[in-house]
C-alpha cells in the first residue's frame, strides 16, 4: 500500500511569506505527527493529532505555526510570516495504535528553504 | 539530497563488524521504544521496535536491547554493511503522547 507521502518535496520562499505543507497519511492511520529537522540536528516534535482528540501543540516554536487535520485524513502545516530560521525539513509520520505498540512511518519530508 | 546528522556523535565500524548503538531515555514511564534509520535526504524509516515488557527484540542482522533500571536501549547491527551507513534515531513513547527522539547517532561503515 501507499506510504505517507507529503507535497511539495522542496519549497523555496521569500521572508515574509506564508507556506502551507501537505501531507497525506497512509490510510487508517489515525495519529498523525508534523516534527522539524534542521540541518544536521535530530527531529524538533511540533504538533500531534490522535483521532478525535484535541491536538497536541505544544511543540509549535511561535504563533506563527498552525496545523490542521481535515476529516482524520490530510493534514497541512501552515507557517506565517517565513523567517529564515524556519528554514529546515518537515517531516510527517503517521501511526495506529495496536497492542503491540503505536509504529510511525514518516513521508519523505518537505525542504522549505527562507531567503 | 541533504545530509542529516552533520554534527551528530559519530560511529565507524569496519564492514562486516558487528555495531553496538546506544541510545538513553528520559522518561521512565515510556513503554514503547522504536529505532529508526535515516540515510541522507530521506525521512526516517523503521527498524525495530521493542515494548517495555520486554528486554530484547531480534529482527533480521538487528537486535534491540532494553535495560529499564538504567533507561537505556541499544541497537545491534551485525554483520554491518555499507548500507547500513546512515543516522540511527531511538524514539520513546508513553500513553497517547507523542513519539520523542533522541539526538541520533551517525553510523559510518568502513569498506
Known amino acids: 500500500g501507499a506510504g505517507v507521502s507529503q507535497s511539495p518535496s522542496n519549497k523555496v520562499t521569500e521572508k515574509g511569506k506564508d507556506v502551507e505543507l501537505r501531507c497525506d497519511p497512509i490510510?487508517?492511520?489515525?495519529?498523525l505527527y508534523w516534527y522539524r529537522q534542521s540541518l544536521g540536528q535530530g527531529l524538533e516534535f511540533l504538533i500531534y493529532f490522535q483521532g478525535n482528540s484535541a491536538p497536541d501543540k505544544s511543540g509549535l516554536p511561535s504563533d506563527r505555526f498552525s496545523a490542521e487535520r481535515t476529516g482524520g485524513s490530510v493534514s497541512t502545516l501552515t507557517i506565517q510570516r517565513t523567517q529564515q530560521e524556519d528554514s529546515a525539513v518537515y517531516l510527517c509520520a503517521s501511526s495506529v495504535r495496536t497492542s503491540g505498540g503505536s509504529r510511525a512511518f514518516f513521508g519523505p519530508g518537505t525542504r522549505l528553504t527562507v531567503l | 539530497g541533504e545530509s542529516v546528522g552533520l554534527h551528530l556523535p559519530t560511529l565507524s565500524v569496519q564492514e562486516g563488524d558487528n555495531s553496538i548503538i546506544n541510545c538513553a531515555y528520559s522518561?521512565?514511564?515510556?513503554?514503547?521504544f522504536i529505532w529508526y534509520k535515516q540515510e541522507s535526504g530521506k525521512g526516517p524509516q523503521f527498524i525495530i521496535d521493542?515494548?517495555?515488557?520486554?528486554d530484547k527484540r531480534q529482527g533480521q542482522r538487528v537486535t534491540v536491547l532494553l535495560n529499564k533500571t538504567v533507561k537505556h536501549l541499544s541497537l545491534q547491527i551485525a554483520a554491518t554493511q555499507p548500507g547500513d551507513s546512515a543516522v540511527y534515531f531511538c524514539?520513546?513513547?508513553?500513553?497517547?503522547?507523542?513519539?520523542?527522539f533522541g539526538k541520533g547517532t551517525r553510523l559510518s561503515v568502513i569498506a
Open positions: 521493542i515494548r517495555s515488557n520486554m
Open positions: 522518561n521512565s514511564a515510556s513503554d514503547y
Open positions: 490510510s487508517g492511520h489515525t495519529a
Open positions: 524514539a520513546e513513547h508513553s500513553g497517547n503522547t507523542p513519539l520523542v
